[in-house]
């Protein structure tokens, strides 16, 4: 079965860090670009973070810049986000996107609340 899984969300408070985790399943993720996207209640979903096949590039939207880290692991087939500084602004569902090859895959989303 083909399938993205993300793990990590929960609970933090405002300065806090999380680290997410999105894997695969049924594929290798070296072969495509990962893409990090949020939704907030009552917004639109938003593009947080991207790498690309080759690790050279990586993209951070401008509200993660310079707290938000991605990084791929291959020998792990699982793509990371790590989240420092934390705002409640970050407040959201976070799904992972594997893109590439004619395909698309989009993992099931997890909550990421910052609150104190």
């Known amino acids: 079965q083909l399938q993205l899984v993300e793990s990590g969300g929960g609970l933090v408070q405002p300065g806090g860090s999380l680290r997410l985790s999105c894997a695969a399943t049924?594929?290798?993720?070296?072969?495509?670009?990962i893409n990090w996207f949020r939704q907030a209640p009552g917004k639109e979903r938003e593009g947080v973070s991207c790498i690309s096949r080759s690790d050279r590039t990586k993209y951070y939207a401008d509200s993660v810049k310079g707290r938000f880290t991605i990084s791929r692991d291959n020998a792990k087939n699982t793509v990371y986000l790590q989240m420092n500084s934390l705002k409640p602004e970050d407040t959201a569902v976070y799904y992972c996107?594997?893109?590439?090859?004619?395909?698309?895959?989009w993992g099931q989303g997890t909550q990421v609340t910052v609150s104190s």
């Open positions: 996107n594997a893109l590439g090859s004619g395909h698309d895959y």
């Open positions: 049924g594929f290798t993720l070296d072969y495509y670009a």
